[in-house]
């Protein structure tokens, strides 16, 4: 009988002790995102950042009183944009995210700052891309304008699948690596993050192509 009551008040510590350090609510905030595309013929463009927003549920569990382990699901609007004085041309991705992040916090006063890195999963369920040339544009295009030297090719072919296994598709999953700088205020944070993909999401073809996401968001816990 004392072993099983022994047993007992251990678990309910246990269970008291997880839900203080387990923290939940919601997150949201806007991206600005492109594609880096690695190979001599595009070694040049310079492209534009595509802008986004993104959206979820964040958790967040208390380690130590400094040490943190901190997760999120997430829908991410995620793209590439390459823009000149002929045309603007657009990939755009809708990601279900998931990242996981191991996290140090540094109390000052009544507020923290925090460090996080960690590695992210996504899952690509919506994407299209687009090409609108100037109406008026300024000066005639030359004739090699919309060929490989420029960011336009892979936007100008609508009859291709988005996503799929043949040239100029996409694929749907993607992992990489996120770094994150939070400042935070009781149930409060303050989030900007960076994330960079290992995997080529056009595999098909002769360039390697890899995501790239700066991220500003805003985290409520509903319990802190």
Same mark, same amino acid.
């Given at each position: 009988?004392?072993?099983?009551?022994?047993?007992?008040?251990?678990?309910?510590?246990?269970?008291?002790?997880?839900?203080?350090?387990?923290?939940?609510?919601?997150?949201?905030?806007?991206?600005?995102?492109?594609?880096?595309?690695? *190979?001599?013929?595009?070694?040049? /463009? %310079? $492209?534009?950042? +595509?802008?986004?927003? =993104?959206?979820? !549920?964040?958790?967040?569990?208390?380690?130590?009183?400094?040490?943190?382990? *901190?997760?999120?699901?997430?829908? /991410? %609007? $995620?793209?590439? +944009?390459?823009?000149? =004085?002929?045309? !603007?041309?657009?990939?755009?991705?809708?990601?279900?995210?998931?990242?996981?992040?191991?996290?140090?916090?540094?109390?000052?006063?009544?507020?923290?700052?925090?460090?996080?890195?960690?590695?992210?999963?996504?899952?690509?369920?919506?994407?299209?891309?687009?090409?609108?040339?100037?109406?008026?544009?300024?000066?005639?295009?030359?004739?090699?304008?919309?060929?490989?030297?420029?960011?336009?090719?892979?936007?100008?072919?609508?009859?291709?699948?988005?996503?799929?296994?043949?040239?100029?598709?996409?694929?749907?999953?993607?992992?990489?690596?996120?770094?994150?700088?939070?400042?935070?205020?009781?149930?409060?944070?303050?989030?900007?993050?960076?994330?960079?993909?290992?995997?080529?999401?056009?595999?098909?073809?002769?360039?390697?192509?890899?995501?790239?996401?700066?991220?500003?968001?805003?985290?409520?816990?509903?319990?802190?």
């Amino acid at each position: 009988m004392k072993t099983k009551l022994i047993i007992l008040v251990l678990l309910l510590i246990s269970g008291t002790s997880f839900s203080q350090g387990f923290h939940y609510g919601f997150t949201g905030g806007f991206t600005a995102a492109t594609i880096i595309e690695k *190979s001599e013929i595009n070694a040049g /463009v %310079k $492209k534009s950042p +595509k802008y986004g927003y =993104q959206c979820g !549920v964040a958790a967040e569990f208390d380690v130590l009183s400094t040490v943190y382990i *901190s997760s999120a699901l997430c829908f /991410v %609007k $995620k793209g590439d +944009k390459f823009k000149d =004085q002929f045309a !603007v041309s657009k990939a755009s991705f809708g990601y279900f995210e998931m990242p996981i992040y191991v996290g140090y916090k540094v109390p000052i006063g009544n507020v923290y700052l925090s460090g996080n890195v960690g590695p992210y999963s996504s899952l690509a369920i919506v994407g299209k891309r687009s090409f609108t040339p100037d109406p008026d544009p300024e000066t005639e295009p030359p004739f090699e304008w919309n060929f490989e030297e420029t960011g336009h090719e892979s936007n100008m072919d609508n009859t291709t699948e988005f996503f799929g296994d043949e040239w100029n598709s996409y694929k749907r999953f993607d992992s990489g690596l996120s770094f994150a700088l939070r400042a935070g205020y009781q149930q409060y944070q303050l989030s900007a993050s960076y994330s960079f993909s290992f995997i080529d999401i056009r595999p098909n073809e002769t360039i390697k192509s890899t995501n790239s996401v700066l991220n500003i968001s805003f985290i409520y816990f509903l319990k802190y």
